[in-house]
């Protein structure tokens, strides 16, 4: 067994990074169930009904520009929805961690007299939490040209999956992002592309359908200034 610090977490919201922000954070899910139980039952008997799916957490209230925690997440809670991405024991290629496209049902600013002002938020996801494996760790200054290690699943799946793109800054110009695959690790084709990107605090995830390769990366170039971005892949066993 591998255990990890939570200390070590990363936390990207809307293609901002609230990691120095957060202090704790929880992922939920809950099936609901139907009771099915008849006269001649001699135990209770369910059916699986809907699943709900949250994550919330708590942290350091922050008014800082566009990037600081309540300008991040009060954001959200006005538009309704943000890409989320979290990974427990960090981000480094390979990690795994879990991500939505969730909507912001609650965000709290706490004032107490004895201590710091504290922030707290829920988000709920309508399409469950996709198990995510980084493929770029938050990674600053990135130009271009130089694909990212790649990913060993195991094995292909024909189920599809979901790429996650947080650019948490962008400096002049655009980025293009790609996850590419692969059956044997040396030829690569794309898989998805998140095209021309051209701020900062953007976040986009998109989902594919079909079969997904064994292996996965990501490469990417940035034209005209330098990014800071992170990556990653949920695939559908």
């Excluded at 699943?51 to 809670?77: I, K, N, R, Y």
């Excluded at 990674?139 to 999956?161: I, K, M, P, Q, R």
């Amino acid at each position: 067994m591998a255990s990890s610090h939570g200390a070590q977490a990363k936390t990207y919201v809307g293609g901002r990074d609230l990691s120095g922000y957060l202090s704790q954070t929880n992922q939920s899910a809950e099936n609901d169930k139907a009771d099915v139980t008849v006269f001649s039952s001699t135990a209770m008997t369910y059916i699986a009904g809907l699943h709900d799916q949250v994550f919330s957490g708590e942290g350091v209230w922050d008014a800082q520009g566009t990037v600081g925690s309540d300008a991040v997440l009060g954001s959200a809670s006005w538009s309704g929805s943000a890409v989320f991405s979290h990974f427990p024991a960090g981000d480094a290629i390979g990690s795994v961690g879990f991500g939505a496209y969730g909507i912001e049902t609650k965000y709290e600013i706490d004032t107490p007299v004895e201590d710091a002002n504290r922030i707290k938020f829920e988000a709920q996801s309508s399409r469950g939490f996709d198990r995510l494996v980084s493929l770029e760790p938050l990674t600053a200054s990135f130009t271009a040209g130089t694909a990212a290690s790649s990913v060993d699943n195991g094995a292909a799946t024909s189920n599809g999956g979901a790429g996650y793109f947080h650019v948490t800054a962008l400096n002049g110009g655009t980025i293009v992002g790609k996850i590419q695959h692969s059956t044997d690790n040396s030829s690569w084709s794309d898989l998805i592309t998140f095209s021309n990107v051209t701020a900062g605090g953007s976040a986009l995830a998109t989902a594919v359908t079909g079969t997904v390769n064994r292996y996965l990366r990501f490469n990417g170039t940035a034209t005209g200034g330098t990014a800071t971005i992170h990556a990653a892949f949920a695939r559908v066993p």
